[in-house]
Structures are given as C-alpha cells and as structure tokens.
C-alpha cells in the first residue's frame, strides 16, 4: 500500500502562485510515476502534471505547461506542483496519485491508470 497526502492548497488571488505538496509513504516509490490531477465541480477529473520516480522524466498536459512546475524530493518522499499565474478556472480540488510502472513504460495521463490516490486539497483562486 501507498499513503499520499496532499498539502498547501488555499484561497489565492488571481496572478499569484502557489505550491502543492503531496507526501507520499508506504512502500518504495522507486517503481512509480507520480501524478497531480484537479477536478472542478461538475467537471470531470483532470490530468495535470506526472513525474517518474526514479528519473527525471516528466509529462505535462498542455493547459498548464509552462505555467505549473513538478518536481519530487527522493530524501523527503515529496512531489510538488508549482502553480504560478494562477487563473479562476484552476479552482478545484486537486489529488495527488502514484502509478505502478516499469521502467520501460510512459507516464501516464490517465486517472484510471493510477493506483493510489490522495484525498485531496481545496484549491480556490478568486479574481
């Protein structure tokens, strides 16, 4: 089993910045790919941002790229979101979630791929 627990969310205003944490525990996470997804009510859930555990290898969907950053800290088991120029349509509730994958094997943007999934942190960016 995997815990991830998201942190940082808040209310913001428009044009400012924000950083997610998602601590993640349990087993090693060295086999992972790690995921930043959002859903906004009504709407379904949304893939951000996913980074390999083990490599640099990175994958962005094209609504954030450029403007949200992920990153991981092996020492700490964190992996973070950094959100800049943030816009009232980034209002939503964002998870945190690791897929089990081969080394071989592509990131992925898939919410159904993922494993395990955090309960999530209220993000609200008010204009």
């Known amino acids: 089993q995997v815990q991830l627990a998201e942190s940082g969310g808040g209310s913001v205003q428009a044009g400012t910045s924000l950083r997610l944490s998602c601590t993640a525990s349990?087993?090693?996470?060295?086999?992972?790919?790690m995921g930043w997804f959002r859903q906004a009510p009504g709407k379904e859930r949304e893939f951000l941002a996913a980074?390999?555990?083990?490599?640099?290898?990175?994958l962005y969907a094209g609504a954030v790229k450029g403007r949200f950053t992920i990153s991981r800290d092996n020492a700490k088991n964190t992996v973070d979101l950094q959100m800049n120029s943030l816009k009232p349509e980034d209002t939503a509730v964002y998870y945190c979630?690791?897929?089990?994958?081969?080394?071989?094997?592509?990131?992925?943007?898939?919410?159904?791929?993922?494993?395990?999934w955090g309960q999530g942190t209220q993000v609200t960016v008010s204009s």
């Open positions: 980074i390999r555990w083990g490599s640099s290898d990175t």
């Open positions: 979630a690791a897929d089990r994958i081969s080394v071989s094997a592509p990131l992925s943007p898939r919410t159904d791929e993922y494993d395990y």
């Open positions: 349990g087993r090693p996470l060295s086999s992972y790919g």
